[in-house]
């Protein structure tokens, strides 16, 4: 059966993204140190191409990368999350995502924001489609190409916290990084109490990072 699920990485203090985030620092100030666990895996290396450098180690994170592009028939992410400046979309260049030529999607994604734009075709099976008409609209596309096969919401946070209200989500996976950022995104704002209910369904402690994955009850 088909899922929507996520796999984020968030701070101790439950920061998905630090402060001043901008097209220079997309992550925010302290941001990109919580994926140092993610940058050294030869896994994450491999989807990524060569922005990181070949190489790379194996540990218990391994099956963690591995997971998040297995058995996924189509992506959701937010407008900031594919990037460019804020607003109408501009020619000046065109922004094409933060990932170049080949991004390690290789499925439709489909991108949430208030301006339209015809469908964008990339390499390696990558089609970005842009969605104006929110998250159900977004879903149901991604269904309509998915099969039976999963739907990720590959954030950020404001797209991720408005399934999980709506109570679409299926299945959550937090990787939780010993770091404190202070301010900046918080993953899980915006719900109130008793928004999820969630069964706890697997821990794995890896180098860096704690791997928690939770299933929404309903």
Partial sequence: MTKLRF?????????????????DNPLGVGGMQLHDWAFALAAFRTQHGDAFGAGGETNASTQVIEEQVANVGAVIMGRNMFGGHPGPWRDDPAWTGWWGDDPPYHVPVFVITHHPRPPLVMQGGTTFHFVTDGIAAALAAARAVAGDKDI???????????????????????????????????????????????????????????????????
């Fill in 7 to 23: 796999n984020l990485t968030i701070s101790l203090d439950g920061y998905l993204a630090g402060p001043d985030q901008s097209l």
């Fill in 152 to 218: 990720a919401v590959a954030g950020g946070a404001s797209i991720a916290q408005q399934y999980m209200a709506a109570g679409l989500l299926d299945e959550l996976n937090v990787s939780l990084v010993p770091v404190l950022l202070g301010a900046g995104e918080r993953l899980f704002d915006q719900l109130g109490a008793g928004a999820l209910r969630l069964e706890q369904v697997r821990v794995i402690a890896a180098p860096g990072v704690t791997h928690i994955r939770y299933r929404v009850t309903r």
